[in-house]
């Protein structure tokens, strides 16, 4: 059984029409014009048990929306959404206590108390036996280091010191369903990376199904096996994260450091020069080419390092958005759907999803 | 399978209970609120006390009724008017009221929790005023005669606080269409301030004026629970205004509830 699904889901919002300037102002007073944008189009979805999917898109594309329909925060302009069986704009006290939202920027925390206030809060808000809530809270303190945070005020701690807090309020009634939009916001490095952790941990011993959003790549990487990808409030892309890299970037990144200054004339063979600065130089391989083109390199070259990498994500993903913008996102979105081979479109039959 | 009766408000009262923490978090806000209150009483006392100066009674009230509707006023002042349903507007407004609708809280229930909170400070603190005042301008107070006066008062003043959170809740609803209810909850503040009796007793106004005020909501708020501890009132007037009372709680009931839900439709869920 799914634990989300939505059926060529839509959202309009009515934007108020203002030309710029006090003038315009007082137009937009006298005349109070405004214009429907749409947010979210048509979007078709499941999400199974147990499942953490990463929302990708720029900023704009209709992530948060989304996740507001998912939350029954807003409903939608047309189109089916259920989470858990339920529709989550009709907000039934069974939805709401199986489910739990993180919103980057809306803290559910009380501003001017000490976190542990709104943990206990929580506890009443959920019904969570004394012994269980004080078992689940130490242990979540403890895994996300509040030792020394939870009992100070919400508005003195920073935003990441909030976000962990947060992260821990909202799933002291172990959620089934767990929305997260920008959990990592505002993190240092080492913090995300436990926090990646810690969420890694508690989906699978929880079996949680979670949605993120982020435009932390990492995240992504460590994280989520299947993304979406939407643009424009279209989805332009719902499978594997491998599949997504293996289509996007063709090529591997070879990095290369050598005992004497490299020439230009000796890579170009194997591949598109990304960067070269005397004896270091990184190079852009044809995937099936790879295996070849190092050993040649070796053979041929002095090298004393090398290195095979992925493409970073992010620049995989930019180059989804860019063909996306350079064609049309409908165009795009169909045109990366043929781009899928056959195990891609099992895979998607498996999720049961619908693009048009 | 439903939570059993206690543990169903134990949420609301843990939200007041974190809602009277907060309260006493901000002392200097208190404080200055509080000495807004006691200027405003101190105003009112020099401006009777000169009225009655060479006079036993003036609009059908004696001294000490006029001065224990004074004082009485900051009371009752303080256990209607105090809410926090402005904060309901910041809410919408910004999106935070998003963190409350996700969980399985009702927000109307946590808004009469934090109301609540804000009545008992606030409430303490008039008291306190009051009898301060009593005690140091040895001001004339009156007593009610007959003991169900004071059921009767207590009664008028419950149903008063209700009516008073259901429009101040309707008004602030406003901000699910606009950002700009703030406006609008001002003006009906200080609209009701005069209306309701909070700057003289109503019977200083011209007939026509007085009648209509009382049989809309705004004298059931200070004016009708303050004559009936006051006992100006016959058993037709006092019936009267208790019907007033229950009409407009039913009718703002009734309205807060279309719009919320109308309200949650419209909502943007604003930022984040």
């Given at each position: 059984m799914n634990a989300i699904q939505t059926r060529g889901l839509c959202k309009d919002y009515q934007v108020p029409v203002k030309r710029p300037g006090l003038m315009g102002a007082f137009r937009h007073f006298l005349d109070g014009r405004t214009r429907t944008v749409r947010a979210v189009r048509d979007v078709s979805f499941d999400i199974g048990k147990g499942e953490l999917v990463g929302f990708l898109g720029p900023n704009g594309a209709g992530k948060t929306t989304t996740l507001k329909m998912l939350s029954g925060l807003l409903y939608p302009t047309s189109g089916e959404v259920t989470v858990l069986g339920r529709v989550p704009s009709k907000r039934e006290n069974d939805f709401l206590r199986r489910f739990s939202m993180v919103m980057g920027q809306r803290t559910q925390l009380w501003w001017d108390l000490p976190a542990r206030e709104t943990f206990t809060l929580n506890q009443k808000i959920y019904s969570i036996p004394e012994r269980e809530f004080a078992r689940r809270r130490d242990e979540v303190i403890a895994l996300l280091e509040l030792e020394e945070l939870v009992d100070r005020p919400v508005k003195k701690l920073s935003l990441g010191e909030r976000m962990k807090a947060e992260l821990a309020c909202a799933i002291l009634h172990e959620p089934e369903v767990l929305l997260l939009d920008e959990p990592t916001l505002g993190l240092d490095i080492v913090m995300q990376e436990k926090l990646r952790r810690f969420i890694l941990d508690y989906q699978r011993r929880t079996q949680c199904t979670i949605l993120l959003t982020s435009h932390n790549m990492d995240d992504v990487e460590e994280l989520c096996q299947r993304v979406m990808v939407i643009n424009d409030g279209q989805l332009l892309y719902d499978g594997s994260l491998e599949k997504i890299v293996r289509s996007y970037a063709p090529d591997k990144l070879v990095v290369l450091g050598a005992a004497r200054k490299l020439e230009a004339g000796q890579l170009s063979p194997y591949g598109e020069i990304v960067s070269l600065d005397g004896t270091s130089a990184k190079l852009l391989v044809p995937r099936q080419k790879v295996s070849q083109a190092v050993g040649e390199i070796l053979s041929r070259l002095p090298i004393v390092d090398l290195a095979v990498e992925e493409m970073p994500v992010d620049h995989i993903i930019r180059k989804v958005f860019l063909k996306a913008a350079s064609s049309g996102s409908g165009a795009a979105g169909r045109g990366l759907l043929e781009e899928e081979d056959g195990e891609e479109r099992k895979e998607k039959d498996l999720h049961e999803r619908s693009v048009p | 399978m439903n939570a059993p009766f206690p543990d169903a408000f134990s949420k609301y009262r843990t939200v007041f209970a974190m809602s009277v923490q907060r309260e006493l978090t901000y002392r200097a806000s208190f404080l200055m609120d509080r000495a807004r209150s006691v200027t405003i009483l101190i105003a009112f006392y020099a401006f009777w006390s000169a009225i009655f100066q060479d006079r036993a009674d003036f609009a059908g009230y004696t001294r000490a009724q006029m001065f224990t509707y004074v004082l009485g006023m900051n009371v009752l002042n303080a256990l209607v008017?105090?809410?926090?349903?402005w904060e309901m507007i910041y809410e919408i407004n910004t999106g935070k009221i998003s963190s409350y609708l996700i969980r399985p809280i009702s927000y109307i229930g946590a808004c009469v929790s934090r109301d609540a909170a804000d009545k008992l400070t606030q409430m303490l603190s008039a008291v306190i005023e009051v009898a301060l005042a009593w005690w140091l301008l040895r001001v004339p107070l009156y007593a009610p005669r007959d003991p169900w006066t004071y059921a009767a008062f207590a009664a008028a003043a419950l149903l008063a606080v209700v009516l008073y959170f259901l429009m101040s809740y309707a008004v602030s609803s406003l901000a699910f269409w606009t950002a700009e209810s703030g406006g609008p909850r001002f003006c009906f503040e200080l609209f009701l301030a005069f209306a309701s009796g909070g700057f003289f007793p109503l019977d200083v106004l011209p007939g026509l004026i007085r009648r209509t005020f009382e049989s809309l909501p705004f004298a059931s708020l200070l004016f009708f629970p303050l004559n009936v501890f006051l006992e100006r009132l016959g058993p037709g007037d006092l019936a009267r205004g208790f019907a007033v009372q229950v009409f407009w709680i039913v009718c703002s009931g009734f309205l807060v509830r279309a719009l919320w839900r109308r309200g949650l439709r419209a909502y943007g869920s604003e930022g984040g």
């Open positions: - | 008017f105090s809410d926090k349903t």
